[in-house]
Structures are given as structure tokens and as C-alpha cells.
């Protein structure tokens, strides 16, 4: 497979293919935002009408159980999961389960930062950690959907529900595309620019009732900054489950996430949204399997991701990975699926719900072309 072969008639329609920020959904334009609350206060019965909808939509979408709470935070999912741990971690023994990058930024942030001396479990890129090894009367925390291993949890069977520590799931790459069993998360974060195709800037901290005993019963011992501040006077600060933010938000950004929301509303909310991922997923893998230079970073199936799917190139290192995304990039065929700077060397190929079927379909010729085209140089 080392001849040149014809560059492809046909290019995907929407070459994005971003883990993150993700392609928009289909359809959209910013023509079609609303913006009546553009250019007032957020405060304004405009904004907070808003941003209690996208707050509503959100619950909708997710099926959300009203025992957890959903409210909108600064700083993207980083800063929403960096507001969980300050604002709860301290009061008993902390369990970190990371195999990829952002597992591990939260394992270096609970060790360096908070100095709490964490028991790590780990697993290398491919492969989820034993959890049968995860002690529940810690605190625990790991990541839904390893976005830059394309290796998930399959499902939260592995929580026990009489578990005494509290469950932090960073769920940025999960939400919208797997069954939650919300009983079993205590604390989940995410962000708009996943699978629903929104805008960064702001994170969504969902808490479950036992996250919420904790934030009014325990004080850590470390200061907080006051955008991390989730009580008052020893009581949770219920309005930023309401649309009354910490501090002022990007009302474009809750616009383009409302769009998204109601888009996939559409569709059928969480099932339309999941057999979005699941055909495109499905589509990628049959691409895979008809190929033997490439296959999957996560060995076993059940762990495989549905939205983050990264794949392994024969004899290919970082520079081979950046030639060839660079080259199907020029041709405007696909953008940015390289894998993750930490990451093995490979491809990194976004199968979220705002991604076609049609566009995988028609990337397996380009992915032959680039990989006949770097191997030919
Ligand atoms: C699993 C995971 N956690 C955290 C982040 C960081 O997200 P954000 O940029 O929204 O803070 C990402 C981004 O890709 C991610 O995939």
C-alpha cells in the first residue's frame, strides 16, 4: 500500500472532526441564535429566564433525576471538576483512577495541588484499570470517557450504591452519548463543546445529594477563590442551579448551547443523540476492519469509546500522524484528527452525535489516500 493512489472524488460534507471543540450541529448558523439577551445583564428576566431554559433543556436531554442538581459554572469542564474537588475532597480518603491525560491531570491536581496523597489507579493508554481494586469508602475520582485513549468505562456497575465516599465522574466526552446511572454519581462535570457541538467557556457541575450533604457539612481547609464558591452561610447556593451564575457568563455561549440543546430535543433527546454516536461509531469501525494498518488504542470492545475513538497506524510515529493529518487538512477532507499531544502516536476521530454517519463514511478513502501519500514520500 505504499503507491500513490487518486485523491478522493468525494470529501465529508463537515471535515470536523475535533474531539473538542466538536463540529456544530448539523444545520447550524449563528443567524439562527437568539439574541434577546445579548447586551443585558444576565441578571436581567431575560438572561435568567435563559439560562434557567438551557438549565432545563440540559435535565431534559440528559434525564436527569431531581435528585441531582445541574447549574452552570466559569471555567469549562476543568473548571467545574477543579470547583468539585476544592470545594469537597479533604474530608476522607481520596481513590484516583486515570489512563489517560485528563485522568491524570486530576490525579497530579489531588496530589501536587491539594497535597491529599491519593491512591492511584492506573492503567496505560488502551486499557482501563482493574476497578475491582477501587476502595468506595474513598472518595473516588475518574474520567467517563478517556477522551485522549478513546477508552471508557462501560457502565457504573463497578460503584456500589451503598458506597460511603462520594463519586466524581468527569464526564466531558460521556454525557449525551452512554447510559448514566445517575444513583451512582455523586459529582459529574461536563462541557458544552462535546457532544452537544457548543461553545467553551463555561462547565456544568451536576450534583447528586450526597455531593450536596458534603458541600454544607464540610469545610476544607484550603481558601477558596470565590468562583469556586458553592455555599453560603452553611447552605448550598441553590440560585446557580437556577441560572444565577457565580459570576457573568457568555450569554452567546448559553445561546449556541441552547441551539444544541433544542436541536437534539429534536432528534429524541438522549436516544436520538446516542444512535447518532452509536451509527457513527459503527461506521469508523467498519472502517477500521476493512484495514490492517489500522486499529483501535482500546483493546477491549465494552471500553471502547463511542464519541473519542482513537485509532493505531502501522509504523506510525508523531511525525507520520502530523504529515498526514496536515495533508488532509490542506484538502479540506478532515481537520484535527491527529491524536492527543500525550497520546500514543495515532488518530483521534470524534463519533459524537453532531457528526454525520455520512462524513465517516466518506472518510475512509481519504484516511487510504493520506496514509498511501505519507508511506510514498
Ligand atoms: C476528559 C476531559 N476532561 C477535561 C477536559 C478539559 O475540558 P475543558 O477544556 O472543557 O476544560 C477535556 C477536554 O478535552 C476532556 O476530554
Redesign the pocket.
Known sequence: MTDLIAVPARKPARPQFS??PCAKPPGYSPEKLATESLGRSHRAKIGKTRLAYAIDLMREVLQLPDTHRIGIVP?????A?EMAMWTMLGARGVTTVAWES??E?WVTDAAKQLKLDPTVIRADYGQLPDLTQIDFGTDVLF?W????SGVRVPNADFIPADREGLTFA?A??AVFAYDIDWSKIDVATF?W??VLGGE?GH?VLILGPRAVERLETYTPAWPLPKVFRLVSKGKLAEGVFKGETINTPSMLAVEDAIFALEWAKGLGGLEGLQARSDANAAALSKIVAERDWLGHLAIDEATRSKT?VCLTVEGADADFIKKFAALLEKQDAAYDVAGYRDAPAGLRIWCGATVDTQDIEDLGPWLDWAYATVKAA
Request: aromatic residues 8%; without cysteine.
Open positions: 474531539s473538542g471555567g469549562s469542564d476543568t473548571g471538576f485528563f485522568g491531570g474520567t470517557n478517556g477522551t485522549t468527569d466531558t466526552s462541557s463543546q462535546k467553551g462547565g473519542s
